[in-house]
């Protein structure tokens, strides 16, 4: 029971690289979601998406794309990193409805230099 | 102002005591999620709830909707339990409190 995997752990970029995180889930759940988490705050939502092929832009989104081209998977882009996106990344996955819980990954820690 | 504020930020403790940790939120919710989250590690739900109290082992979860407040107890702390504990609330969205660093000592 895998559950929400999510890859690379750990990454280092230099500032203006791209770089893609992946997000797999194997719960057939409809919503997934993409946060980050930094030191003194609340995790934040970046980009959410309520099913295959749709996505939403959350709190903090720009500097940031997605793509759900499948049901399972949630792609997170940076196209042009930079050191305030140093942070690390939490991807989540819920059935839909207001009283379901979420599933989180283990999340990806990016610092960019 | 935050919309969901938790208290304490840190807390430390012995092992075998009671811990509460307690959380305050200031917006109309559907639901309250409570959260672990262990260092380096991933984040595990451990509690959703939207009236009165539900418990899990040694854990228990209450919420008071009229108060817009909520506290999470630890009975029998152990070493194990150190973590970040977090409170979210469900709206159109979910919002996060800070967190709370509990530290546990044999």
């Known amino acids: 029971n895998a559950g929400v995997t999510q890859t690379p752990k750990f990454r280092v970029l230099k500032t203006g690289q791209s770089m893609t995180l992946l997000c797999a889930q194997d719960?057939?759940?409809?919503?997934m979601y993409w946060y980050r988490q930094d030191p003194g705050m609340g995790l934040r939502l970046i980009h959410y998406s309520v099913g295959e092929g749709t996505t939403a832009k959350g709190e903090v989104p720009d500097g940031y794309n997605v793509s759900r081209l499948k049901k399972q998977n949630f792609l997170l882009g940076l196209e042009s990193a930079a050191p305030s996106q140093t942070s690390v990344y939490f991807c989540?996955?819920?059935?839909?409805?207001?009283?379901?819980?979420?599933?989180f990954g283990s999340g990806t820690r990016l610092t960019v230099v | 102002k935050n919309e969901v504020e938790q208290s304490p930020q840190n807390l430390t403790a012995q092992e075998g005591e009671f811990i509460t940790i307690n959380c305050s939120y200031s917006v109309g919710i559907s639901a309250l999620h409570w959260l672990q989250q262990h260092p380096g590690g991933g984040i595990v739900s451990l509690f959703m709830?939207?009236?009165g109290k539900k418990k899990h082992g040694r854990l228990i979860a209450t919420i008071n909707i009229q108060e817009k407040h909520s506290s999470l107890h630890i009975t029998a702390s152990h070493p194990r339990d150190s973590a970040v504990y977090i409170c979210?609330?469900?709206?159109?969205?979910?919002?996060f409190g800070t967190g709370t660093r509990l530290q546990v000592f044999p």
């Open positions: 719960m057939n759940h409809e919503y």
């Open positions: 709830l939207s009236s």
């Open positions: 979210a609330v469900r709206t159109d969205k979910l919002i």
């Open positions: 989540a996955s819920s059935p839909p409805g207001q009283y379901y819980g979420y599933t």
